[in-house]
């Protein structure tokens, strides 16, 4: 009898030592999936990344945290994905990425940097024209390298009941930092006009006339510009030709 009491203890002792086993902790969990995450810099810069399946079938989007600017995907299926980006306003649309998710294991992103859209938001621009100064009270562009290589500047004042204006026009040269001639038509012009006048004295540059405009800094992504001009421009309609000088320029621009 004492025998067999024995014996039942150590089956049920046996039992439960099995049954903790089973429940451990400390016992590893097998993976259900692949782990993808990135950040964006600014944080601010996207609204949504969503993560599509080569093969379809998955297709699942991510909340970019304003602050951290983290997004992050759990429990994907194995496999390769394309992700697509929902910028926020005033950023520039990030290409499309390829990414291959190995099973069961983490992967980590390079930092995605958004850089500006390149319209011009605000800054300041002053200038001297003839003998006299101005500084434009409304500026408005677009400068950017991604595409078209475009640097085109509108700024203007008003002087009493005159309206004085410069316009830079440099299309497919524009490529950063660097001395741009102004020696051809339309690169950059000058009007002078009274309000609501139907006919206005513009000045253009030409071969015979010019100057230069200096790009000091520019940062795309941070969103500023800044830099020099000066050139003489020539009004083609007045006899005789009449000319501005203008020097002494300036311009710090928010992109």
Excluded at 206 to 219: A, F, N
């Amino acid at each position: 009898m004492a025998d067999n009491s024995t014996s039942l203890r150590f089956g049920w002792f046996a039992l439960l030592v099995f049954l903790a086993a089973c429940v451990s902790p400390e016992q590893p969990v097998a993976p259900t999936g692949s782990t993808l995450r990135g950040y964006v810099r600014p944080a601010n810069a996207l609204a949504t990344v969503t993560a599509t399946g080569a093969t379809g079938g998955v297709s699942r989007p991510a909340t970019v945290d304003t602050v951290s600017g983290l997004f992050t995907w759990n429990d994907l299926p194995a496999g390769s994905y394309s992700l697509d980006f929902d910028q926020a306003r005033g950023y520039d649309k990030p290409l499309r990425r390829i990414v291959n998710l190995p099973f069961g294991k983490a992967t980590q992103l390079d930092t995605l940097r958004l850089c500006r859209d390149g319209q011009v938001k605000g800054g300041t621009v002053t200038w001297i024209a003839n003998d006299t100064a101005f500084s434009a009270t409304r500026v408005r562009g677009l400068i950017e390298t991604s595409f078209n290589n475009t640097l085109l500047l509108t700024a203007e004042t008003r002087n009493g009941s005159r309206t004085e204006m410069l316009d830079f026009k440099l299309q497919a040269r524009f490529t950063g930092p660097g001395t741009y001639a102004l020696n051809a038509l339309p690169q950059a012009a000058y009007s002078s006009y009274l309000y609501r006048d139907t006919v206005r004295a513009t000045y253009t540059t030409s071969g015979s006339t010019g100057g230069t405009l200096v790009v000091d800094s520019y940062d795309a992504c941070t969103g500023a510009i800044t830099g020099t001009f000066a050139f003489t421009a020539t009004d083609p309609r007045a006899t005789p030709a009449r000319q501005r000088r203008i020097r002494a320029g300036r311009f710090a621009l928010r992109l």
